[in-house]
């Protein structure tokens, strides 16, 4: 079967570190997709990951490990306009995306 | 447009009543996708369409869904006999290939 596991909600205070995991397993898997969705708006684009490894955009980097189906999310320096679901994806070789439920960020001040 | 446009934003149907939601992809690209959401939950894949040809319809949840993309653009998702359990967002996307998705805003559909 298909599955992407992630963590429901996660709270964390302003100009921190978070890390969001995503275990995923999937057939036909081709590569790891983060995306940002603030409610009742469309999911962003925020990273895709290939290969194993780190992969740093400014304050937001994503890891993989396909050995171990494992994908983590990691934002420094926490701002409040950070506070969003942050979807998981498996893209497979047709481009389909699987989806995870979503982590819903709360950013404190 | 700079980016995928759907239409309508906001659409209320009685059960029993048939939908269409419409989906403008960003010019040229090839590959285009529909996603349903729940609320709380992540997008579940619907259907898929590479230029005219639907080559994955897997996600549809049941013979009421049909999508169709006759000139390998504009693509319209039809809802028959709409139901409560078809209250969600539907999401379309389009990809100038099979790789980064670019996502709509929706069509909320709520069903009384």
């Known amino acids: 079967g298909q599955n992407i596991d992630q963590p429901t909600e996660m709270t964390a205070t302003e100009g921190a570190i978070v890390q969001i995991n995503c275990t995923y397993q999937t057939s036909g898997f081709n590569g790891l997709f983060w995306y940002q969705q603030h409610a009742g708006e469309a999911p962003t684009f925020l990273s895709y990951?290939?290969?194993?490894g780190l992969e740093e955009k400014g304050r937001f980097s994503s890891f993989l490990s396909r050995s171990k189906g494992y994908s983590y999310l990691l934002l420094k320096e926490l701002q409040m306009k950070d506070s969003a679901s942050y979807l998981c994806?498996?893209?497979?070789?047709?481009?389909?995306?699987?989806f995870g439920q979503g982590t819903t960020l709360q950013v404190k001040p | 447009g700079a980016g995928v446009s759907q239409s309508p934003r906001y659409k209320v149907a009685k059960r029993g009543q048939d939908v269409a939601l419409r989906c403008d992809p960003i010019s040229g690209h090839v590959s285009l996708f529909w996603y349903q959401q729940a609320l709380g939950q992540g997008p579940e894949f619907l259907t898929y369409f590479q230029n005219e040809a639907q080559l994955d319809k897997s996600g549809l949840p049941s013979d009421r869904f049909f999508a169709e993309r006759p000139e390998g653009s504009v693509s319209t998702l039809k809802i028959q006999r709409t139901q409560q359990e078809d209250s969600a967002v539907y999401l379309c996307?389009?990809?100038?290939?099979?790789?980064?998705?670019?996502f709509g805003p929706g069509t909320r559909l709520t069903v009384t």
């Open positions: 994806a498996a893209s497979s070789n047709t481009g389909k995306l699987i």
């Open positions: 990951n290939v290969l194993d």
């Open positions: 996307a389009s990809s100038p290939g099979s790789v980064e998705q670019y």
